[in-house]
T-cell receptor, first 113, second 112 residues
Framework: EAQVTQNPRYLITVTGKKLTVTCSQNMNHEYMSWYRQDPGLGLRQIYYSMNVEVTDKGDVPEGYKVSRKEKRNFPLILESPSPNQTSLYFC????????????FGSGTRLTVV | ELKVEQNPLFLSMQEGKNYTIYCNYSTTSDRLYWYRQDPGKSLESLFVLLSNGAVKQEGRLMASLDTKARLSTLHITAAVHDLSATYFCAGLLETSGSRLTFGEGTQLTVNP
């Protein structure tokens, strides 16, 4: 089944403890992206990647890192999480060009205490 | 910079009624998307609209795009309870790194 898989689905952590949220897609999509969703603020892009080893900042990149060493994986790294990073995170991917839509992962609900 | 605005943000309607959600965007968008999100769930793609005058229909939902007015609409026909969800429109500019810019979302509640 074509899908974007995120792990974990739920995570509670403490301030300052490094964590990684994984994202993997099995559709050979070039483009991958991370979004966070917050009440009243909608969905905002954190980082995106046009292809392997090509990444760039989105609207709200502060406090996050990403890497794209393989086409299928695009992990989101929080080196020193803070409470304002408590949010619902989505990974998305798509083929570039044309009229392709985005496929979203199931989401990761992160709470930083 | 692309900005996307939806209205209404909250919509409560009765089963069997029709209604329209509006999505205005600020600059030329290469593509316009509609998504559905159930509480605590992921985003489900509903429609991709590519060009002026595009109209797509799936069941009780119909989406249209007017690029000259920078307006997309999502029309609900004879609403049923199962349509209760939050609906997002999102524009895409390829020149901005294929970034999806989302509207605030319309929380739709269909009452029996």
């Amino acid at each position: 089944e074509a899908q974007v898989t995120q792990n974990p689905r739920y995570l509670i952590t403490v301030t300052g403890k490094k964590l990684t949220v994984t994202c993997s897609q099995n559709m050979n999509h070039e483009y991958m992206s991370w979004y966070r969703q917050d009440p009243g603020l909608g969905l905002r892009q954190i980082y995106y990647s046009m292809n392997v080893e090509v990444t760039d900042k989105g609207d709200v990149p502060e406090g996050y890192k990403v890497s794209r060493k393989e086409k299928r994986n695009f992990p989101l790294i929080l080196e020193s999480p803070s409470p304002n990073q408590t949010s619902l995170y989505f990974c998305a991917s798509r083929l570039t060009g044309g009229h392709y839509g985005y496929t979203f992962g199931s989401g990761t609900r992160l709470t930083v205490v | 910079e692309l900005k996307v605005e939806q209205n209404p943000l909250f919509l409560s309607m009765q089963e069997g009624k029709n209604y329209t959600i509006y999505c205005n965007y600020s600059t030329t968008s290469d593509r316009l998307y509609w998504y559905r999100q159930d509480p605590g769930k992921s985003l489900e793609s509903l429609f991709v609209l590519l060009s002026n005058g595009a109209v797509k229909q799936e069941g009780r939902l119909m989406a249209s795009l007017d690029t000259k007015a920078r307006l997309s609409t999502l029309h609900i026909t004879a609403a049923v309870h199962d349509l209760s969800a939050t609906y997002f429109c999102a524009g895409l500019l390829e020149t901005s790194g294929s970034r999806l810019t989302f509207g605030e979302g319309t929380q739709l509640t269909v009452n029996p």
